[in-house]
């Protein structure tokens, strides 16, 4: 257990309005990674993060924005939610510092923009 | 580029063994596999780096080909438990751990 939670776990909300997930990890890792999971996608990286304010885009990153203020909390936003947004989000860490190694995911936002 | 997953989905009898693949158009530097339940977040199963050996634990093994740019999981002698969808990431160079996942195959073990 990596101590990972997210919240909330789940979230009904309208097109047009702003939506904040948190990532929340005890254990004070460096890398932070939010994916979102749609059928027949996978999983596929929106932003992560290498420390305290350093975070990057990944490959679906428009219309989401991501803060790191602290090491323990990743937050995901979308400024203008839309119903294409609608999906499971995970939120992931890296143990190591670099390099290829194990993520471990966190329970899952399941949001849906009606 | 997203890799490309074979089966899409695999029904099997308990004991009986499978293979999934992952395929890559572009150079694999690591491969990562992962298994998710429905409705549960993924779990690592294990990672192969190119240059690396294949590498296995219990009934679960996978291997790397660097010159195919594909990497074969292979279950053996399954069980229930083994259901779920499994996930290949991969990264084509050693500078972080951004995976790109193919979309999953669906394994399903019955009794």
């Known amino acids: 257990d990596a101590g990972i939670t997210q919240s909330p776990r789940h979230k009904v909300t309208e097109t047009g309005t702003p939506v904040t997930l948190r990532c929340h990890q005890t254990e004070n890792h460096r890398y932070m990674y939010w994916y979102r999971q749609d059928p027949g996608h996978g999983l596929r990286l929106i932003h992560y993060s290498y420390g305290v304010k350093d975070t990057d885009k990944g490959e679906v990153s428009d219309g989401y924005s991501v803060s790191r203020s602290k090491t323990e909390d990743f937050l995901l936003t979308l400024e203008s939610a839309t119903s294409s947004q609608t999906s499971v989000y995970f939120c992931?860490?890296?143990?190591?510092?670099?390099?290829?190694?194990?993520?471990?995911f966190g329970p899952g936002t399941r949001l849906t923009v009606l | 580029q997203q890799p490309v997953q074979s089966p899409q989905a695999v029904i099997l009898r308990e004991g009986e063994d499978a293979v999934i693949n992952c395929s890559s158009s572009k150079a694999l530097y690591s491969v990562h596999w992962y298994r998710q339940k429905h409705g549960e977040a993924p779990v690592f199963l294990m990672i192969l780096l190119k240059g690396g050996e294949q590498k296995g634990h219990d009934k679960i093994s996978a291997s790397f080909n660097e010159k195919k740019q594909q990497s074969s999981l292979y279950l053996t002698a399954s069980q229930l438990s083994y259901s779920g969808t499994y996930f290949c990431?991969?990264?084509?160079?050693?500078?972080?751990?951004?995976?790109?996942f193919g979309g999953g195959t669906r394994l399903m073990v019955k009794p």
């Open positions: 992931a860490i890296s143990v190591l510092l670099a390099g290829p190694n194990e993520q471990f």
């Open positions: 990431g991969i990264t084509s160079n050693n500078a972080g751990n951004m995976l790109t």
